[in-house]
């Protein structure tokens, strides 16, 4: 699975604040991941019926990702670039353009889409506002800064997961991340072949018994960090 690589040095201090954020996390549900620090409420963050209909579309474009294969409009494919990529469509209006150049027009489509999202301007702009491992906002964010910066640790335990919650695993110098959709785990690795797109999706019970033990989202398996929440939602 291809993931980002993190210097040494840094590696060390994000342990060390992994460690402390694991240990907060038994006394306050909401923790900050990987870090012992606090963050400030976000007033730009949904409400719980914002954030429902938040998670049924973005489970549906990464679903539609999977299915149909990546859309040319999705350019930075890598496990964190399918997460931003769905996030910032997620956040758009779903209007008749949007639905074509997504290729979501089928009846099959339109006649099972989740409810529209009802957003203020400055909500539909969280995507451009990643906060970046320097403290900086942006578009881009890697997988360790969507973690570590913009959201919060959950559980060890997957049955805490709710759709559109984000598994993160560190596998020494390298990280991933997966995203869980109730049904399955879809996540972006490395292209083997010409025409391999790179995405994946695979049932959470096969991944509990993945032969690479590594994987296995388990609370015994120390590669697996934990499920991580985008901070924007509630709960």
């Known amino acids: 699975m291809r993931s980002l690589r993190v210097p040494s040095a840094s590696r060390r201090a994000w342990l060390a604040r992994t460690a402390s954020a694991l240990v907060l996390s038994g006394l306050a549900p909401y923790a900050r991941a990987l870090s012992s620090t606090t963050a400030s409420p976000d007033p730009d963050a949904l409400s719980p019926q914002q954030s429902a209909a938040f998670r049924a579309w973005f489970v549906r474009i ?4 999977m299915r149909r294969g990546p859309t040319p409009r999705w350019t930075q494919r890598d496990c964190a670039g ?13 209007d008749t353009r949007w639905l074509r ?15 529209e999202l009802q957003l203020s301007a400055s909500q539909r702009t969280l995507a451009n506002r990643w906060t970046q491992l320097d403290g900086s906002t942006g578009a ?21 997961a709710l759709p559109g919650d984000l598994l993160f695993f560190d596998q020494g ?9 109730d049904r399955y785990i879809a996540y972006h ?23 690479d033990s590594r994987w296995q989202p388990l609370d015994g398996n120390p590669n697996f960090v934990g499920v991580f929440r985008l901070d924007f939602l509630t709960p």
């Open 173 to 181: 110098d390298d990280q991933h991340l997966m995203i869980w959709l």
């Open 189 to 211: 690795t490395g292209t083997v072949t010409p025409t391999d797109t790179g995405l994946r999706a695979v049932a959470v019970s096969d991944l509990m018994q993945w032969k």
């Open 82 to 94: 399918l997460v931003r990529f769905a996030v910032g469509e997620t956040l758009k209006s779903h």
């Open 101 to 115: 150049a997504n290729g979501m027009t089928s009846l099959a489509d339109t006649g099972s889409l989740p409810p």
């Open 140 to 160: 881009y964010a890697s997988a360790i800064a969507l973690i570590q910066s913009n959201s919060r640790f959950v559980s060890k335990d997957v049955n805490q």
């Open 62 to 65: 990464v679903d539609q990702q």
